[in-house]
Nanobody
Framework: QVQLQESGGGSVQAGGSLRLSCAAS????????MAWFRQAPGKEREGVAH????????YYRDSVKGRFTISRDNAKSTLYLQMNVLKPEDTAIYYC???????????????????????WGQGTQVTVSS
């Protein structure tokens, strides 16, 4: 059983930075794709960033490109999301999730489809004030 635990959320002013972490336990090598999603009040959960095992294998939603960086430390079984130049519209609960890359289609283009991820963390709140 894979378990994911997020940390690092908090309240910051616009322009500030936060670093989210997601510690994985019971991790299976078959769960080689990981992602960050977020959900704002009254909105659907959306994919923020995605990473697979191997170099250069990252995807970002357009609104966070150049501001957010996803990374992973396989030795520590930990996923990270460095968030810089935060905006009020980044306010949401942030979730990490994992799945087998084979479930995400060719070139993992289906990485934003939350139903293709089978393990989720409980979420961490990020609040950005203007």
């Amino acid at each position: 059983q894979v378990q994911l635990q997020e940390s690092g959320g908090g309240s910051v002013q616009a322009g500030g930075s936060l670093r989210l972490s997601c510690a994985a336990s019971g991790y299976s090598a078959s769960r080689d794709c990981m992602a960050w999603f977020r959900q704002a009040p009254g909105k659907e959960r959306e994919g923020v960033a995605h990473i697979a095992t191997g170099p250069g294998s990252t995807y970002y939603r357009d609104s966070v490109k150049g501001r957010f960086t996803i990374s992973r430390d396989n030795a520590k079984s930990t996923l990270y999301l460095q968030m810089n130049v935060l905006k009020p519209e980044d306010t949401a609960i942030y979730y990490c999730a994992t799945t087998a890359c084979s479930r995400l289609g060719q070139f993992r283009l289906l990485w934003t489809d939350l139903f293709r991820y089978d393990y989720w963390g409980q979420g961490t709140q990020v609040t950005v004030s203007s």
